[in-house]
C-alpha cells in the first residue's frame, strides 16, 4: 500500500506564487509516474501535470499551466513538486498527486488526499 501526503497549498493573490509537495510513505515501492490533478469547485478533476519517473524524467502539462507551472522530482523520487508561478484565480481547487506504483500484483493508482490551493483576484 502506497500512501501519498500532499503540502504546500495556500492563499494567495493574483501573480503569486506556490510550490506543492507530493511524499510518499514508502520508498520501496517501485513506481512509475507521478501527476498532479485540479478539481475547481464544482468541476472535474483535471490533468495539470505528470512526470515519469525514469532516468528521462519526461514531463507532461495541461494547456493551461504551461510556461507557469513545473513539476519536478528530488532525487530518490519519494517526493514530487508542483512549483507554481504566475497564479490565476482559475488556478483555484483541490489539488492531487496521483502516482502509479507497482502493488504486488500490479500496477495500481494512488491518490493523496489534496492540498487546497486559492487564488483571489
Known amino acids: 500500500q502506497v500512501q501519498l501526503v500532499e503540502s504546500g497549498g495556500g492563499s494567495v493573490q493574483t501573480g503569486g506564487s506556490l510550490t506543492l509537495s507530493c511524499t510518499r510513505s514508502?520508498?520501496?515501492?517501485?513506481?512509475?509516474?507521478t501527476s498532479w490533478f485540479q478539481q475547481a469547485p464544482g468541476k472535474e478533476r483535471e490533468f495539470v501535470a505528470g512526470?515519469?519517473?525514469?532516468?528521462?524524467?519526461?514531463?507532461k502539462y495541461g494547456d493551461s499551466v504551461k510556461g507557469r507551472f513545473t513539476i519536478s522530482q528530488d532525487s530518490d523520487k519519494n517526493t514530487v513538486y508542483l512549483q507554481m508561478k504566475d497564479l490565476k484565480p482559475e488556478d483555484t481547487g483541490m489539488y492531487y498527486c496521483?502516482?502509479?506504483?507497482?502493488?504486488?500484483?500490479?500496477?495500481?493508482?494512488?491518490w493523496g488526499q489534496g492540498t487546497q490551493v486559492a487564488v483571489s483576484s
Open positions: 512526470t515519469a519517473h525514469d532516468d528521462a524524467g519526461t514531463s
Open positions: 514508502s520508498a520501496y515501492v517501485y513506481c512509475t509516474y
Open positions: 496521483k502516482r502509479r506504483c507497482w502493488s504486488g500484483s500490479k500496477y495500481d493508482d494512488y
